[in-house]
């Protein structure tokens, strides 16, 4: 069936290091990836996006990787800062106006 | 730019009753509105994609009688979750696509049936 999942439920890091959080997708049709982050009793933010003729973009301290071969999506934060306390999703969409959201990913940032 | 709000941001009712939320997008129009309905520490779940002017496409297991959904202008999509019962209880967010790769989320309602 369809999915987006995520390998991790939560990732807790030290202020200051660098986050990775995965995600795994299963249609090789999809051809944009979206990351969005989720404070709590808030709607999902966009963060970054990345379509499939590309292997990575950056923005300010986060930076998306994609590798189509193991359908496996990434986002990296730099610097991890309180602020970034969250819940991260990853989407996947086809062309549509549908997005399929993974499970998700809380990130907590130890002070 | 690029603003959706949610009307209400949270509300409690009796079982029973119907409750309906809005969906707008502030500064942008768009034909195609989301709802999703959220779970505590899940992902957000779709329930319906809602077009202007067009009966709402639900996915499966949603009931539409349950869950109506008009799109009455390009800019204001509503909710209306009726005869409510608790296990409706639940964060509701709905996003507006300007066109089909993005779609710009609303802050959520928080529903809580008692």
Not at chain 1, 5 to 24: F, K, R, W, Y
Request: charged fraction near 20%; glycine fraction near 8%; include cysteine.
């Amino acid at each position: 069936g369809e999915s987006v999942g995520l390998h991790l439920p939560t990732l807790s890091v030290q202020e200051g290091d660098n986050s990775i959080i995965n995600c795994a997708y299963s249609n090789s049709a999809s051809d944009y990836f979206i990351w969005y982050k989720q404070e709590s009793g808030k709607g999902p933010q966009f963060i970054i996006d990345i379509r499939s003729n590309m292997d990575k973009r950056q923005g300010q301290r986060v930076t998306v990787l994609l590798n189509k071969t193991v359908k496996h999506l990434s986002l990296q934060i730099a610097a991890t800062q309180p602020g970034d306390s969250a819940v991260y999703f990853c989407a996947e969409n086809r062309g549509t106006y549908k997005y399929i959201f993974g499970t998700g990913t809380r990130l907590k940032v130890l002070a | 730019g690029a603003v959706v709000s949610q009307h209400p941001s949270w509300v409690i009712c009796k079982s029973g009753t119907s409750v309906k939320i809005e969906c707008r997008s502030l500064d942008f129009q768009a034909t195609t509105m989301f709802w999703y309905r959220q779970f505590p520490k899940q992902s957000l779940m779709l329930m319906a994609t809602s077009n202007e002017g067009s009966k709402a496409t639900y996915e499966q297991g949603v009931e539409k009688d349950k869950f109506l959904i008009n799109h009455a202008s390009l800019t204001l999509s509503t909710l209306t979750v009726t005869s409510a019962h608790p296990e409706d209880s639940s964060f509701y967010i709905c996003s507006a696509a300007p066109r089909a790769d993005t779609q710009y989320f609303g802050p959520g309602t928080r529903l809580t049936v008692l």
